[in-house]
């Protein structure tokens, strides 16, 4: 059983930068690809990004490529993810997410931090 927590949202200018964390218990966090998404009003939840339970390999969507960045530390059992030169599309609640079969299947999913960009 893994759980998650999200911390880190807030409001930010347009070109500004912030960093999401995502804390986890349970003793298999080590061995899970982790991930966030992301849910903005009125749209679908999208995959953002994943990163390998070994941290050796990373994978983005294309509309956040060169701007956000996954990290993990497997130690402190956190993922981070690192948003900058924000946009007002960026604009929605992200969510962190465990899953041997990530981005396809996500077993377990935080309840979420918001994230609003203003223009």
Known sequence: QVQLVESGGGLVQAGGSLRLSCA????T???????WFRQAPGKEREFVALITWSGRRT???????????????????TVYLQMNNLKAEDTAVYYCAAGYNMPLAV??????????VSS
């Open 59 to 77: 994978y983005y969507t294309d509309s956040v490529k060169g701007r956000f960045i996954i990290s993990r530390d497997n130690a402190k059992n």
């Open 107 to 116: 077993d377990y999913w935080g309840k979420g931090t918001l994230v609003t």
């Open 24 to 27: 986890a218990s349970g003793r």
């Open 29 to 35: 966090f080590g061995s899970y690809p982790m991930g």
